[in-house]
């Protein structure tokens, strides 16, 4: 009788519910285990009973299932519902629900948090790349010896993929600024197929010492895969593009252009690897670049880079040469 008189009141003091709910009340569940570990099958009848005066008899069959089967085909019979139909709800409470993944962050939002995970913790999940520091010896339009800090990240072709990199070069002579450059560039690419790829990219350059107040570019093109071995890779590259230069005297231009690339790496050992890099961009104003580089490994995140480039430029402002060249050995950290 105590455990009627406590459902009694559950029931009044709980409020009444719409039918759509799908689950009892903490309370009320809790008095229906408490019935059911009463071992008495009349005194479960009553609670069942009692809880239909406020709460929907699906919704208290579904929480007598959530106790045992026998429970939920009893309290079926005592609501006056089908008891075979119990089974059918207890294997659809059973069933595993899918968990809800979160909706993924735009890149701009998650791409920082990547990168610096990657670069504290050296283990990279989908975002990779390399922090450089090193000295840098020009050649042509100035003879120096200038101090670079560079940074890359690249996400891996998925689908989409990304290519970025920051690099800075500055030094002093006779207490003068010397150098302040300036690189930036970025490129997302998309998978076409088996060998092919298709990107848009964009470049931005400032170097006072190459006669040109700055230089940018923006382009889209398709990508051919030649090899994608684990230690060969060749990508040949090709789309139109739109030159920006500005220079130190005069307006800014915008040139139409074809911009072509070649990208190959190769490991040569275990510890060295080898990467070479062709770009040219055939406009009114053409420039062409080869740069080598030479990495070797220094453990497991850490290489000595040694790398050469070799700029030209076929239309230099007056007063400037055509080529330039630079020598740079530099400590790189990868990620």
């Known amino acids: 009788m105590r455990m009627i008189f406590a459902a009694f009141v559950l029931v009044l003091a709980a ?33 069942v009973t009692l809880i239909a005066l406020t709460r929907p008899a699906e919704e208290i069959a579904a929480g007598a299932a959530l106790i045992s089967a026998e429970h939920g085909a009893a309290a ?92 800075y070069a500055y030094s002093e002579v006779d207490g003068a600024v010397g ?19 298709l990107y848009a990219n964009t470049e931005f ?13 923006v382009g889209a093109g398709a990508g051919y895969r030649v090899y994608a071995r684990e230690n060969l890779a060749w990508t040949l590259e090709a789309g139109p593009a739109v030159r920006i230069v500005s220079p130190e005297v005069g307006d800014e231009s915008y040139e ?23 770009s040219a961009l055939i406009a009114e104003t053409s420039r062409a670049e080869q740069r080598f580089a030479l990495d070797t490994a220094l453990g497991s995140l850490w290489a000595l880079r040694l790398s050469f480039q070799y700029t030209y430029e076929f239309e230099p402002e007056p007063g400037f040469e055509n080529a330039d060249t630079r020598t740079d050995l530099e400590i790189v950290r990868q990620f």
């Open 15 to 47: 409020p009444a519910a719409p039918a759509q709910d799908e689950a009892l009340p903490s309370d009320l569940q809790a008095l229906l285990e408490a019935a059911a570990e009463a071992g008495d099958p009349a005194a479960f009848e009553q609670a």
């Open 76 to 167: 079926r019979q005592a609501l006056g519902l089908d008891p075979a139909a119990a089974e059918l709800v207890l294997e659809q409470q059973g069933e595993p629900q899918p968990e809800l993944q979160p909706d993924p962050a735009p890149l701009w939002r998650s791409a920082p948090a990547g990168v610096a995970s990657a670069i504290i913790s050296g283990e990279p999940d989908t975002w990779s790349g390399e922090a450089r520091l090193g000295v840098r010896q020009d050649g042509g339009n100035s003879d120096r010896q200038d101090y670079t800090v560079g940074l890359k990240v690249e996400r891996t072709l998925a689908t989409w993929g990304f290519d970025g990199e920051l690099a």
């Open 256 to 278: 139409a252009a074809l911009d072509l690339g070649s990208d190959f790496e190769m490991a040569l050992t275990d510890a060295v690897n080898f990467t070479s890099e062709t």
């Open 179 to 197: 150098r302040d450059e300036i690189l930036a560039s970025a490129q997302l690419d998309r998978e076409a197929g088996e060998r092919w790829t």
């Open 205 to 217: 350059r400032r170097d006072a010492l190459s006669g040109f107040d700055f230089t940018a570019l």
